[in-house]
């Protein structure tokens, strides 16, 4: 029977069986999709490594990302920021350009794109840990163990393990995993209301033969913030020495209006940019990404838009479960953080104090997630 079964194969499940595997102690990772990552995604085009997904940690209120980049040698440099920033509130005017010192905070990004850490996590594991095209449909607990049950194409497999780990957003884990017995309503509850972070949005990075608003002193941010907006935000998105040129951008469309508007949103996209950046934004390359129309990502819940940064603080989720035999993981579940990169990680730095902690023993304390120290003292998102 397997020790640690650990369901997800994002940077929070792939963290967490990396701490495990460092201890010596056995685990294997069962992933739905066929690839690693989950919402870290980074596609090539012509030799660039475009982020459809995160593209950005920062290292001084993200220490975990930062220590990780470093220990796995990982090359990262700075998200460029220098130069003018633009304003449309008005759909019928020029966008507005007023100079800062840079919107992205000291924001980093990694060279070979977000997915080059998740190579590189991939990269350490034994023959057999991981575990593609497993899709969890159950969870039945049954006395000394847990049974899994896993779609795998047409078959399903079933996998014994002493305990599991479920690093999948819980509103997914709600949607459409079975639990025997059933959860309990409050639980089931909290699961509901944890959305899934940028379950709902869309992404496009936009390749270009050369990044003509560096030229113009641009920075290549600019922000709408009109009815008609069909990017709310764009950024620089070229690699690391500049020389190939790219612009980012989120959409400002809800999943709904993204789904109706599919076959000319491109041609919207291209317009706002040239609203922006001038003619010479006409001449690039769309590569975009839905994340509301991932279904390993966004449940029916993550459909309607979020406004702001939910709040992540429910401690039913970080505690364990069924006499310590179930987790939850995943940067929603984190006590810092919770929803970006160093909440996955910070998740998985829980959980394994969770799977480690014997019951009792000196300076541990209880086998609680309410125990576990997540805050970094004087450390701001
Ligand atoms: C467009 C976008 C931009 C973002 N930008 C940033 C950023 O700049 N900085 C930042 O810090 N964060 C950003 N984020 C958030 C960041 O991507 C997440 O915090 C992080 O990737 C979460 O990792 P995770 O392992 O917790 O979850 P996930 O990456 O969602 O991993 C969960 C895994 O579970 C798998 N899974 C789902 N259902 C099942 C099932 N039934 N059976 C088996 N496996 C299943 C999924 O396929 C997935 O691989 C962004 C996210 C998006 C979508």
């Not at 459809?52 to 001084?60: D, T, V």
């Not at 690391?240 to 041609?267: M, N, V, Y």
């Not at 069924?322 to 730095?349: D, H, I, K, P, V």
């Amino acid at each position: 029977m397997l020790d640690t079964a650990i369901v997800g194969g994002g940077l929070s499940g792939l963290a967490l069986a990396r701490r495990m595997q460092k201890q010596g102690r056995e685990c294997a990772v069962f992933e739905a999709r066929d690839r690693l990552g989950g919402r870290i995604l980074s596609v090539p085009v012509d030799g660039m490594a475009l982020d459809l997904g995160p593209a950005w940690y920062w290292p001084q209120s993200q220490p975990r990302m930062a220590r990780l980049i470093a220990e796995l040698g990982l090359t990262h440099f700075p998200q460029h920021d220098q130069g003018t920033v633009l304003s449309l509130n008005d759909p019928d005017k020029a966008p507005q350009a007023y100079p800062t010192d840079g919107v992205h905070g000291g924001a980093r990004r990694l060279e070979g794109g977000m997915a080059s850490l998740i190579q590189a996590l991939a990269a350490n594991f034994p023959a057999g840990t991981l575990h593609l095209n497993h899709v969890l449909i159950a969870v039945i607990e049954q006395g000394d163990h847990v049974a899994l049950h896993f779609r795998c194409g047409d078959s399903i497999r079933q996998i014994s393990a002493r305990r599991v780990v479920l690093a999948v957003p819980p509103r997914l884990l709600e949607e459409h995993v079975r639990f025997e017995p059933p959860l309990s309503e409050p639980l089931v509850q909290s699961m509901r209301s944890t959305c899934t972070w940028m379950a709902d949005q869309a992404k496009v990075v936009v390749t270009y033969p050369q990044s003509f608003w560096r030229g113009a002193a641009l920075a290549g941010n600019a922000f709408v913030g009109h009815e008609q907006a069909v990017l709310y935000e764009t950024f620089d998105a070229c690699n690391a020495a500049g020389d190939q040129a790219a612009l980012g951008g989120f959409i400002a469309l809800s999943p709904a209006l993204r789904a109706s508007f599919e076959t000319g949103l491109s041609l919207l996209i291209t317009s706002q940019l040239v609203q922006l950046f001038g003619r010479e934004a006409e001449d690039g390359t769309q590569h975009r990404h839905d994340w509301a129309t991932e279904i390993y990502t966004s449940s029916t819940l993550d459909q309607s838009p979020l406004r702001v940064h939910p709040s992540y603080d429910d401690p039913s989720l970080r505690r364990p479960w069924w006499s310590s035999r179930l987790y939850f993981c995943g940067s929603e579940t984190a006590g810092y953080a919770a929803g970006y990169m160093e909440g996955a990680l910070e998740a998985s730095e829980r959980v394994e104090f969770m799977l480690t902690a014997e019951p009792g023993a000196p300076g541990r304390g209880p086998m609680s997630g309410a125990s576990y120290p997540s805050a970094i003292p004087g450390a701001i998102l």
